[in-house]
């Protein structure tokens, strides 16, 4: 066992090695040489060790290690599924990493389209362009198959100490979308100009190719090094949750994706609840300390009513519209408003009550401020009234908010 570990050592350190001379500028094809000669295989574990090692020494920055990526891929390409052909999970029809290899196909597909399509532009068919306009709003949607690597992939990744290739791809993700942006841009100049533009056509052109080369290679990434390397560690519980999570994107270039049976492994419900002073919830947990401090921290007054009609909670945050004490907290909610309004909250709670309306709000101007006031109906799992939420904002801030912000205030 001990030589095992010595050699699996010395592998990552050569590695390790071969990435850091070829980010010092030694020619690309006598370390691809020499890799051929060393290694007969590499896991794709091994790849995110020497990364995260060379980062963690302090020897290559994320964004070298990123320019890199594209280097040592190359290296690895078609190596990895070899060596990791146990764990086909990408095989099974409707698991995330077979729908992540779905979508790679159709993204494949959509390249091609843009590539022969600017091909016959290029040659004066001008009759392409209707299609080539919707082929690239069809790949500017490729934003949300990178937002679930990134958000339901990468952190659990990290969980498993894999740090390194998330940060990279991530890296290279966000490249991608600016190039398919200013392409975009490019193109809709180009459509919008008065006479044919040669120099806009040629640039847009460039921009194009460069962006679908880029995300050839992410594709690559994603198949050949992204999913072995995750399937080394991940457990049906992390595929499950990654599965669970999909929904919260809208969009996927696979329609009618089946349903993956994870069989296997009892699912682990997570149960609200109070133990050793942390309040555990289906999303997270918090001391209730903590709790009482971010509710506080929101820009919004918020104040719970419960099922009783009685005043069970309000936020204290500084940005109060409303006076509240705690005095109120037991209080008949019809007791804390003015007679002339109480029976706008009785209507409210009866309708919150018998199902006929979840949501009410109002809006009216105090001074300079513009407070927008909705009410909620909060309901458990079956649907049975729990009790109504008041959120109290004043928006005149956020009506005032104009064109974009995409820079830190000094």
């Not at 109290?392 to 908010?401: K, R, S």
Request: charged share 30%; with cysteine; glycine share 6%.
């Amino acid at each position: 066992m001990s030589a095992e570990i010595r050699n699996s050592d010395n592998r990552s350190e050569l590695l390790k090695d071969m990435i850091k001379r070829l980010h010092d500028g030694e020619q690309f094809e006598a370390v691809k040489k020499e890799f051929g000669e060393v290694f007969e295989g590499i896991g794709a574990d091994e790849i995110a060790a020497a990364e995260k090692k060379l980062m963690d020494a302090g020897e290559v920055s994320v964004e070298e290690v990123q320019r890199l990526c594209d280097v040592h891929s190359a290296l690895v390409h078609g190596s990895v599924a070899e060596i990791h052909g146990s764990k086909k999970v990408d095989d099974i029809l409707g698991h995330p990493a077979w729908l992540l290899k779905k979508e790679n196909e159709h993204i494949t597909k959509l390249v091609n389209d843009i590539t022969s399509n600017m091909e016959r532009l290029s040659k004066g068919e001008v009759q392409v362009l209707p299609t080539l306009t919707s082929e690239l709003q069809e790949l500017k949607k490729i934003d949300s198959h990178y937002a679930k690597k990134e958000n339901l992939w990468f952190p659990l990744m990290e969980r498993y100490g894999i740090t390194a290739p998330p940060k990279v791809m991530w890296g290279v993700d966000d490249e991608i979308r600016a190039m398919i942006k200013e392409a975009i841009s490019t193109f809709e100049e180009m459509l919008n100009s008065p006479r044919p533009d040669a120099h806009k056509r040629d640039l847009f052109m460039t921009q194009v190719r460069t962006a679908n080369e880029k995300i050839i290679e992410m594709i690559t990434k994603e198949n050949e090094i992204l999913i072995p390397m995750v399937s080394e560690v991940f457990n049906v519980h992390d595929w499950r949750t990654i599965n669970e999570g999909l929904d919260e994107f809208n969009h996927s270039y696979v329609e009618n994706v089946p349903s993956w049976k994870d069989e296997g492994a009892k699912k682990e419900e997570v149960a609200p609840g109070v133990s050793s002073g942390v309040i555990t919830l289906p999303s997270g947990h918090f001391t209730a300390d903590i709790l009482s401090k971010v509710l506080n921290t929101l820009p919004i007054d918020i104040t719970f009513v419960d099922k009783n009609d009685e005043v069970a909670y309000f936020s204290q945050s500084n940005e109060r519209i409303f006076p509240r004490t705690t005095a109120i907290i037991g209080r008949e909610v019809t007791n804390c408003h003015p007679p002339a309004s109480v029976h706008v909250v009785t209507k409210i709670l009866d309708e919150f009550k018998s199902n006929k309306r979840d949501m009410a709000e109002f809006y009216i101007h105090l001074g300079t401020a513009y407070v927008h006031i909705r009410y909620f109906a909060v309901r458990d799992e079956k649907g049975e009234y729990l009790g109504t939420v008041e959120v109290t904002q004043n928006i005149a801030p956020i009506q005032a908010i104009s064109g974009d912000k995409r820079l830190l205030d000094e």
